[in-house]
């Protein structure tokens, strides 16, 4: 069947570290991969999206990688800060389709 | 830019009543999305447009939600009769190309 898999235990870390977010899929052929933040009563918030061609897309302190061989993307946050505190949600395209599925997110927190 | 308007921001029903949702998405967005988000779960594609056309409705279960997009803007998702577990957060998001989808802030429903 297919799956998209993200952590559901929360990711605890100290402030300044590197937050490093998990997402692997299962019988997906993804065309890309997007990664969203969301805040509490709050929508999802478009952060990155990386291609199937594509390893690596950095913006400011946000790196997400893509590996179609492990059928995993990471999503890290360098120099993490509390404001960094929320839940992640990574979002696939499949290749030829129309919508999007969502994982059920990681929530991360940091600790001042 | 404004972002996309969603309203009501909370509603409580009875289960067997009906209630409608509306979305304005951002101007010039061709495809307009609805979301059903359950709490701890990632958002679940129920329908998306494309203009005033839909591209995808294989999750909207038709017995009881409907949706419309009148000429290729504003879209309105209804329920009726309601049922208990259908209380959630609606997204309504929308995106132009292959881009990241912005999403409006939700709809809390309660069924009771």
């Known amino acids: 069947s297919q799956k998209i898999e993200q952590n559901s235990e929360a990711l605890n870390i100290q402030e300044g570290k590197t937050a490093t977010l998990t997402c692997n899929y299962t019988n997906y052929s993804p065309a890309y991969l997007q990664w969203y933040r969301q805040d509490p009563g709050r929508g999802p918030v478009f952060l990155l999206l990386?291609?199937?061609?594509?390893k690596e897309k950095r913006k400011e302190r946000l790196k997400v990688t893509f590996d179609t061989t492990l059928k995993q993307s990471l999503f890290h946050i360098t120099a993490s800060q509390p404001a960094d505190s929320a839940t992640y949600l990574c979002?696939?395209?499949?290749?030829?389709?129309?919508?999007?599925?969502f994982g059920a997110g990681t929530r991360l927190f940091v600790k001042a | 830019e404004a972002g996309v308007a969603q309203s009501p921001r909370y509603k409580i029903i009875e289960k067997r009543q009906s209630v409608a949702f509306w979305c304005n998405p951002i101007?010039?967005?061709?495809?307009l999305y609805w979301y059903q988000q359950i709490l701890g779960q990632g958002p679940k594609l129920l329908i998306q447009?494309?203009?005033?056309?839909?591209?995808?409705d294989s999750q909207l279960p038709k017995d009881r939600f409907s949706a419309e997009r009148l000429k290729g803007v504003d879209s309105t998702l209804k329920i009726q009769p309601a049922k208990l577990e259908d209380s959630a957060v609606y997204l309504c998001?929308?995106?132009?190309?292959?881009?990241?989808?912005?999403f409006g802030s939700g709809t809390r429903l309660t069924v009771v």
């Open positions: 998001a929308s995106s132009l190309g292959q881009n990241g989808y912005t």
């Open positions: 979002a696939l395209k499949e290749t030829g389709g129309f919508k999007t599925i």
């Open positions: 990386i291609r199937e061609n594509e």
């Open positions: 447009f494309q203009n005033n056309g839909v591209v995808d």
């Open positions: 101007s010039g967005h061709a495809t």
